[in-house]
């Protein structure tokens, strides 16, 4: 079974610019979660989606960032335009059922902002 | 509110010691308790967790935690540490529908031959 599938694994782009981030999830997992992990602090929630809705958006620092997933599957979050403060390593995980106990974790994105 | 503390950013420990890294919470409710694993390059993985059976949990690879809810600790030890134990380990807490977690800044753990 593929796991969580993450890209790019690392970005670098200057502050102004615009990133998009994508999370494949486990086939079938209709609950997504995006975290953030900014400068070796604590990870951090941004969002749920459960298949093309979103559940939970309560994380996301501001309107600069955009999440989507069209059709349930896989995910994007864009970031525009980027700023220094949004570096990071941005996680996705899924997981099948809501309120299973278990999220399985992509390897995360790192994002840098010059 | 939820939140977790984990002392010390780093942990050294030799090749065959014990292995001590250590979790404090604070939650509104009853909490399910998780440590997970980063490994270089690959995303994070599931160690242990505590969901309100036994206080005294074991995990993958010899590790274990104790829930202390009068601590407020959910502590990760392992009696003797290994090389391919090097990682980062994260404390996190969930509530009842484990629809958002709370992690801990992470520890690092290095082992010295």
């Known amino acids: 079974e593929a796991g969580v599938t993450q890209f790019p694994s690392h970005s670098v782009i200057e502050k102004g610019q615009t990133v998009t981030l994508r999370c494949d999830p486990i086939s079938g997992h209709d609950n997504l979660y995006w975290y953030r992990r900014v400068m070796g602090k604590e990870i951090k929630f941004l969002l749920h989606f459960v298949k093309e809705s979103k559940q939970d958006e309560s994380g996301m620092p501001n309107n600069r960032f955009l999440a989507e997933r069209t059709g349930g599957t896989y995910s994007t979050l864009k970031v525009q335009p980027a700023e220094l403060e949004d570096s990071g390593v941005y996680f996705c995980?899924?997981?099948?059922?809501?309120?299973?106990?278990?999220?399985?974790f992509g390897a995360g994105s790192r994002l840098t902002v010059l | 509110a939820q939140s977790v503390t984990q002392l010390g950013s780093h942990v050294s420990v030799s090749e065959g010691a014990l292995v001590l890294l250590r979790c404090n919470y604070s939650?509104?409710?009853?909490?399910?308790l998780f440590w997970y694993v980063q490994y270089p390059n690959q995303g994070l993985q599931l160690l242990l967790k505590?969901?309100?059976?036994?206080?005294l949990v074991k995990g993958i690879n010899g590790f274990e935690a104790e829930f202390k809810k009068s601590e407020t600790s959910f502590h990760l030890t392992k009696p003797s540490a290994h090389m391919s134990d090097a990682a980062e380990y994260f404390c996190a807490v969930s509530l009842y529908n484990f629809n958002k977690f709370y992690f801990g800044s992470g520890t690092k753990l290095n082992v010295k031959p």
């Open positions: 939650s509104s409710v009853p909490p399910y």
């Open positions: 995980a899924s997981t099948e059922d809501s309120g299973a106990n278990v999220l399985t």
């Open positions: 505590y969901t309100s059976a036994a206080t």
